[in-house]
């Protein structure tokens, strides 16, 4: 059997018949940045999730970058991370001017540990960034607190996290600002790139607009230099068609992972994903620890079966941050994880006879 880790062309098999003539409507109208269909993705996008604005941008690190240059984040400035990410998330935070500070992960979670963001607070520090890694909200409240007590925002990466929830609240509207990409592998995925930032508050959102185009008032009246980061028409209508099936695809996700988990809880040396009470986890990605995790992805792919690490390094450990100086010591938990961590197929279409099939082979492997 021959399993992808995710499967878009099954995706696209099943919904083709109305995304042809979505993508037709657009080449017929002839708008092709911004306008009617990306207005609609994101009036329906911002009504989903329960934000009051949202601008449609060109990707999810344009996102990142954008939101936090709205917010006047910029040279002299700290921003906190977690050290387990895409690098999207950091390198927005140098794109904007300002140093990037790392702090280690959750052992359970993998999302950015609480307790040790304090003590990397600075007079320079202005933000926090924490990602709803692989789908599964970050504990936001402690992360309100601080900020609220050191007068930072707070900007949230929900690139792999559509629809999450932190206690009643949907990922991306609990911060200042909250940043989705519609990468096509994301849970919402355009057909190129795209991306979002959502937010309430109504002033940071006509900057953020401004910004993604040029600073624009209007054509050729601009109030300050911005970048060029808009979304394209084509990917507003996909987005637009997808967005109503995204319920089901997040309820098949999640079916899906429980089903992984029951059948491969009594597997001695295998660390089911932990889904903490406060969270509604979306599952971007079913991410396992297990020992000999090398040895078991070559033999998972002989068996036809990928399977992906997210992320093999670090933030901190890349070669990218050698100036910062650390070593792999100033973060155990992310740094250790590395070796250890497999993120196995998942995705809407994935069959439970795909995942028995996945199961077992991880079972042959243990020999159990
Ligand atoms: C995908 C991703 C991004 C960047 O999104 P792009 O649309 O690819 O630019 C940022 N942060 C995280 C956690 C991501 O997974």
């Keep these: 059997m021959k399993i992808p880790l995710v499967d878009l062309k099954a995706q696209y098999q099943a919904i083709h018949n109305e995304i042809l003539p979505a993508i037709h409507d657009v080449l017929e109208a002839g708008e092709f940045i911004n306008g009617k269909y990306v207005a609609e993705f994101e009036n329906s996008f911002a ?17 990142l970058f954008i939101a936090m240059k709205s917010l006047g984040v910029g040279p002299g400035d700290e921003v906190i991370t977690a050290a387990n990410s895409f690098i999207a998330t950091s390198e927005a935070i140098t794109m904007c001017g300002a140093k990037v500070v790392f702090a280690d992960v959750d052992p359970e ?10 003590e990397k607070i600075t007079s320079k520090t202005r933000a926090i960034i924490p990602v709803h890694l692989y789908g599964q909200p970050a504990d936001m409240d402690p992360i309100l607190e601080l900020a609220k007590k050191y007068g930072l925002y ?14 009643e609240r949907i990922a991306g509207t609990i911060g200042e600002a909250g940043c989705f990409s519609f990468y096509p592998g ?9 991306g979002a930032i959502v937010t309430n508050n109504e ?33 507003g209508a996909v987005l637009n068609v997808k967005l109503k099936h995204m319920h089901s695809w997040t309820t098949k996700r999640q079916d899906a992972a429980d089903l ?5 809880k009594n597997i001695a040396g295998i660390v089911t994903p932990v889904v903490r009470e406060y969270a509604k986890h979306v599952y971007h990605l079913y991410v396992i620890r ?4 090398n040895k078991l992805q070559d033999f998972l792919r002989s068996k036809g079966i990928a399977t992906g690490v997210h992320y093999p390094k670090a933030l901190p450990n890349l070669l990218a941050y050698k100036y910062l100086d650390h070593t792999a010591t100033d973060f155990p938990v992310a740094s250790k994880n590395e070796g250890e961590i ?10 439970v006879e795909q995942i028995e099939y996945i199961v077992n082979c991880i079972r042959t492997f243990f020999h159990v």
Excluded: W
């Design 47 to 63: 009504r989903s999730i329960g934000a009051q604005y949202c601008i449609g941008v060109g990707n999810g690190t344009d996102a």
């Design 109 to 118: 979670t993998y999302n950015i540990n609480t307790a040790i963001i304090e």
């Design 154 to 167: 707070v900007v949230e990466d929900a690139a792999q996290a559509h629809y999450a929830a932190y206690k």
């Design 186 to 194: 994301k849970n919402l995925g355009a057909y190129g790139d795209a």
């Design 203 to 235: 002033r940071l959102a006509s900057k953020i607009r401004m910004m993604a185009n040029h600073g624009r008032v209007s054509k050729y009246d601009h109030e300050f230099e911005g970048v060029n980061s808009r979304m394209d028409a084509v990917q």
């Design 260 to 264: 992984y988990t029951g059948l491969l």
């Design 290 to 293: 297990a020992p000999f995790r």
């Design 342 to 351: 497999l993120s196995l197929p998942i995705y809407p279409e994935l069959t």
